[in-house]
């Protein structure tokens, strides 16, 4: 039997800087770079989509400033056995209630559980695929039973939103996504799509101490850099989403400002072809002179500008993160000679693929600058650029086919935060097997690491999953499987300290949580 | 005139006047500003961009893509849209009726929608550049072309090789098209600049010319990243644009005041 | 090129038959454009990897390119397409989740009065360069005038939009950066946007000012000794500006064409960035429409031009 220690609220509650009482004050109008899609959590597709949902909706665990998972409409979880399955113990919060006022109860999660888990309604139903089934044991108890062990439910902070059931039922799907009801800390309030999205404080916020200290809040639309910053400095908008890499140190010198500077969740890595016949990078010696080839730190340093965090295999903080794995160091005479060793004296020619839409900043920045360090070792890449989604099309396996890809290829998969690997590397590390969702843009092939990746999936015990996750980076790394991984992407907010104080309370890296901004008077 | 000439020398002999290779990546050389900065270099006349490369080799090796995907460009758009416009005109009836419903069909979207999900479609890079170039502005030499000949077939001499029983290519390349030859001349010189800056908004969104290639465009796209570090790298391209095109509608006005001067809106 | 006060009797019915006839043209038109940009479009390969989670396995995405037909052949989908489209149902964005009709629709607006605010700034200047240059032909006025309306033609819009962006909203801080709503936000897009047509406007205001001056009617105005500035900013300019009104319907057509790049760097929200996020998303229905739209609006516009023409000046055929 599994227990799952309960975080008490007191260790939330020392996070908290100033306990607000009653209703706050004042609008806050902030810029963002990015939109969500929808707003529904049982429809949503994209990690984008938090931006807006995060503020609504809840699940039953989040992420603190320190990048640990704590209980949020969890009051307590356990992993248990019975009969050789495992099941999730859930005892609900009391005394949580949705915008429209009705309390929050187990049946909420269990409507969740049924939306999410139908393909028709849900673009993640494949993620309650090992769920048997739902049980409700009373208004704040219910178990997720499973089939069999499925770890990244668990790294999924436990999937299931917060959803009212009796509203949802009531207004339909339809109009549930224009006006979505959740258990948040803001309600919305209206939105115009590319425009801006309002929301006002929810008087009636379960958790007091985390109460909106603002009456309202905004959240602007501007995508290009230059004139969300502008937008900043005339004054239009009082906090900054995202501010451009290259503005970064400008901001945090500016009088007046304040700035945060936080990990999000995606993971970047350089990846290689090693399923086609000739394909140099089928040689361990290739694949290690590659990773010697790169200057990672020049490239987070310049390109960059500081905003990049080097990683090996997994995050810090993450499930399976290893502190003594240490990177590959810059050296491009052991890569020339771990070249000549696997017998390419001369070098050898290679396209390399590189995404040019800016999914992350300056990506195709970060490829150009990787692509010239190969090119300088004697990997000699042909560049060829891709946006999007014709770089999407060229990563994915074909659904029986092998492989397009036939080089070098840009590539990130999230992690997501704290971090955990095992989506990922079920991803693009696994070998790829038509139908089964393994490997489903992995152009490596590797025994042992299918076993000890498969194996992970079954593991849902926190302490043995590190472990595993531990030795698989540690495999992973030394065999340069599934890519050479090189940074996780930065963003940084900055706020007028004259009008808003800001504490990054949750963990804004990747939800955007804005609840704790705080507007003066 | 001189300027055009320029940009043109650096186009066809562009390796050998740059002074840097325009891909050359040096990380500890990035953001050096133009040589009249205090911190200018005299190695990077006109500084450098993110990645340590010399920005005047890449308006050099700019300047040929640039370039020459303009050319390439607006020769295939007038021979087939000059072609397609002289068949139009001197035949007439049914097959003028459809050309000139393509055309119209063609003006009425939106060039630049068009040419993005062409290039969307067929992979963003030089050739689709080009190709998407052709598509959009055959067009209007087959208007135009056509107008010229509807009146060119009234006159007397086309009259007489048809009755003296020329066939239809003789009377199109000997008789008609040395008499539209001004009027395309004209046009091809005055949609250089337009095309140059077609090609740079496309790059700019995206989805035209791709790296490793260079164009102005795509620096121009680059260099909106750093806008506030590096003000020379978003405008030395910029510039590089504006005084090629105003060059290039410059003769072309002139070509147009000499050979036409009625037509004023060509 | 002044309206004549009589038409012939018959010519009502002549204006009847070419109206049809061209209204017939832009139909044609618009179902054509529909139909290529529709058969292009689904050409650009599989947007289902778009829409799902990375490690959505096979049979959700078999499923999700049925729910959406994309498994029936092209010619069908377009059938299915245009039929529906009749109907007023132009489908839902894939990415969206919305009608696709409603997301474009909602935008056209904005773009229809930045395009129009463009339009404003490019006569505004146009006209008075062209008025000046032809009064005082060859001299310093002619000469600036004519330089700063090809500067205008020989930049990119979006560069010149950045530049803007950098000086006014970030250096000086003096204009809001984006946004809509007040006159000065759409100074910066207006100007971006507008200044490319200056030098084309300018050259028309200014040859026919040239022809008027010319005119019986103003030397008659001279020698009756009416001042030269009535002469020339009322008389002479009123006639003048007739072949730039005329036109205006083809530079709106323009502006809407170059609000795709403007839009993006401006944060406008209008079909323009709306079209371009889709192309990049292959968000098919949403491409559809907006592109559509704006093609109708081309094709409107353009008939307008074409039947002006003919109202002011009888003299030119409707024979095409």
């Known amino acids: 039997m599994i227990r799952r220690s309960v975080l008490g609220l007191a260790a939330v509650l020392a996070l908290a800087p100033m306990a607000a009482s009653g209703q706050g004050t004042g609008t806050v109008t902030a810029g963002f770079g990015a939109e969500s899609t929808m707003l529904d959590p049982v429809k949503y597709s994209a990690g984008v989509d938090h931006y807006f949902m995060g503020q609504m909706f809840e699940q039953l665990v989040r992420v603190n400033p320190e990048q640990r998972v704590v209980n949020w409409l969890a009051e307590s979880w356990s992993v248990q056995e019975e009969n050789g399955k495992p099941f999730i113990d859930v005892r609900l919060r009391k005394g949580v209630k949705f915008h429209n006022g009705d309390p929050l109860t187990s049946a909420d999660f269990e409507f969740a559980y049924n939306k999410m888990r139908d393909p ?72 115009t799509v590319k425009d801006e999205i309002r929301f006002e404080a929810f008087a009636d916020y379960w958790n007091k101490d985390h109460r909106p200290k603002a009456e309202k809040l905004v959240i602007k639309v501007i995508p290009e850099d230059l004139t969300r910053v502008a937008a900043f400095k005339t004054g239009a908008i009082d906090f900054l989403d995202a501010v451009p890499l290259s503005m970064v140190e400008e901001f945090r010198k500016m009088p007046g400002v304040k700035t945060l500077t936080v990990v999000t969740g995606n993971n970047l890595f350089l990846n290689f072809n090693t399923h086609q016949e000739k394909s140099p990078f089928r040689d361990v010696r290739v694949r290690q002179a590659a990773a010697h080839a790169i200057d990672v730190d020049a490239i987070i340093k310049s390109v960059l500008f500081g905003q990049g965090e080097r990683y090996v295999q997994v995050g810090k903080g993450g499930v399976g993160y290893d502190p003594e794995l240490k990177p590959y160091a810059y050296d491009p005479k052991k890569a020339r000679d771990l070249l ?22 300056n990506v195709k920045e970060v490829g150009e600058a990787m692509f010239a360090y190969l090119t300088q070792a004697g990997i000699r890449c042909r560049v060829q650029g891709m946006e999007y989604a014709a770089w999407l099309n060229l990563a994915r396996m074909g659904r029986n086919a092998p492989p397009e890809m036939d080089g070098v290829f840009s590539h990130m998969w999230s992690q997501n935060l704290p971090g955990d690997p095992g989506t990922a590397w079920a991803g693009h ?93 | 005139m001189v300027i055009l000439a320029l940009v043109v020398i650096a186009a066809a002999f562009g390796e050998n006047v740059a002074p840097h290779d325009p891909n050359g990546l040096n990380l500890a050389a990035a953001f050096r500003p133009p040589v009249w900065e205090p911190k200018g270099e005299w190695a990077y006349l006109l500084g450098t961009d993110n990645l340590g490369r010399d920005i005047l080799s890449r308006i050099i090796a700019g300047a040929r893509v640039s370039l020459v995907s303009a050319l390439y460009a607006i020769v295939f758009a007038g021979a087939i849209g000059g072609l397609i416009g002289m068949i139009s005109g001197y035949f007439g009836g049914v097959v003028d009726a459809i050309i000139m419903r393509l055309v119209d069909i063609q003006m009425s979207i939106p060039a630049l929608a068009l040419a993005l999900v062409i ?136 070509l147009r005041d000499t050979f036409d001067p009625k037509r004023r809106q060509l | 090129m002044r309206p004549s006060g009589t038409f012939p009797r018959e010519w009502g019915k002549v204006v009847t038959g070419y109206f049809l006839r061209r209204v017939l043209q832009g139909l044609i038109s618009i179902v054509g454009a529909s139909i290529v940009i529709f058969f292009i479009s689904r050409l650009s390969g599989d947007p289902i990897v778009l829409l799902l989670p990375t490690e959505a396995p096979p049979a959700l995405i078999e499923q999700v390119r049925q729910e959406m037909g994309l498994n029936e052949p092209v010619w069908k989908q377009y059938l299915i397409f245009a039929g529906k489209a009749l109907g007023g149902d132009f489908g839902k964005s894939y990415r969206w989740q919305a009608p696709a009709l409603e997301l474009v629709l ?97 050259r028309i205001v200014r040859s026919a000012m040239l022809d008027v001056l010319d005119s019986d009617y103003i030397r008659m105005g001279r020698a009756v000794g009416a001042s030269e500035r009535v002469l020339v900013w009322k008389y002479a300019l009123r006639n003048a500006a007739i072949p730039l009104v005329t036109i205006l319907g083809v530079y709106f057509a323009a502006m809407l064409g170059g609000a795709f790049v403007v839009e993006t760097v401006f944060a406008w929200p209008g079909v323009g960035r709306t079209v371009v996020e889709a192309v990049f998303s292959r968000d098919f229905p949403v491409v559809q429409v907006g592109v559509l739209l704006t093609s109708i609006l081309f094709v409107t516009s353009n008939l307008l031009v074409d039947l002006s023409y003919g109202f002011i000046d009888p003299r030119i055929r409707y024979d095409r």
């Open chain 2, 119 to 254: 290039a969307a479609v067929f992979g963003a890079d030089f050739d689709t550049v080009v190709i998407v170039i052709i598509v959009t502005y055959w067009t209007w030499y087959a208007r135009i072309v056509r107008g010229e000949i509807l009146s060119l077939k009234e006159r007397d001499y086309v009259a007489l090789a048809k009755v003296a029983g020329c066939g239809t290519a003789t009377i199109f390349f000997r008789h008609l098209l040395p008499n539209i030859m001004n009027t395309l001349l004209v046009l091809a010189t005055l949609q250089v600049g337009q095309v140059i800056i077609f090609e740079a908004s496309l790059s700019f969104l995206g989805l035209g010319i791709q790296a490793p290639d260079v164009s102005w465009g795509l620096m121009l796209s680059d260099a909106r990243n750093y806008i506030t570090n590096a003000w020379w790298a978003i405008t030395m391209p910029g510039i590089a644009i504006m005084i090629t095109c105003l060059s290039a509608n410059m003769i072309g006005d002139w």
């Open chain 3, 106 to 202: 909602d935008r056209l607006p904005a773009t229809i009065g930045l395009a129009l605010a463009a339009l404003a700034f490019s006569i505004l200047l146009a006209v008075p360069f062209g008025v000046l240059s032809a009064v005082y032909r060859g001299s310093l006025i002619d000469t600036l005038g004519k330089g700063f309306a090809m500067l205008g033609q020989a930049m990119p819009n979006f560069w010149v939009g950045l530049l803007l962006v950098l000086i006014f909203a970030i250096h000086l801080d003096v204009l809001p950066a984006y946004g809509t709503g007040s006159a000065a936000h759409v100074l910066m897009p207006a100007i971006a946007l507008g200044w490319y047509p200056v030098a084309a406007q300018t």
């Open chain 1, 429 to 521: 590390v696994h070998t790829f097997v038509p139908g089964k969702g393994w490997g489903s843009y992995s152009t490596t092939s590797d025994a042992e690491a299918d076993t000890m990746i498969a194996e992970l999936k079954l593991t849902m015990d926190p302490e043995k999953r590190a472990a595993l996750a531990r030795k698989i980076a540690r495999y992973k790394h030394e065999k340069v499987l599934g890519g050479v991984p090189t940074y996780r992407p930065m963003v940084t907010f900055a706020w007028r300290t004259d009008k808003l104080d800001f504490t990054g309370w949750p963990y804004p890296g990747y939800w955007r949580g804005m609840q704790e901004v705080v507007v003066k008077k």
């Open chain 1, 340 to 361: 000549r060793q696997a017998g390419f004296p001369q070098g050898f020619e290679i396209p390399c693929y590189n995404l040019t839409t800016p999914r992350e900043p």
């Open chain 1, 120 to 191: 028709k309604i849900s673009r993640w139903s494949h993620n309650q695929a090992e769920v048997e089934r739902f049980e409700i044991v009373d208004d704040h108890h219910f178990r997720i039973r499973f089939k069999q062990a499925d770890g990244n439910y668990i790294a999924n902070f436990l999937q299931l939103w917060a959803v009212p059931k009796a509203y949802y039922e009531r207004v339909g799907e339809a109009e549930f996504g224009k006006a979505p009801v959740g258990t948040g800390p803001w309600k919305f309030v209206s939105r």
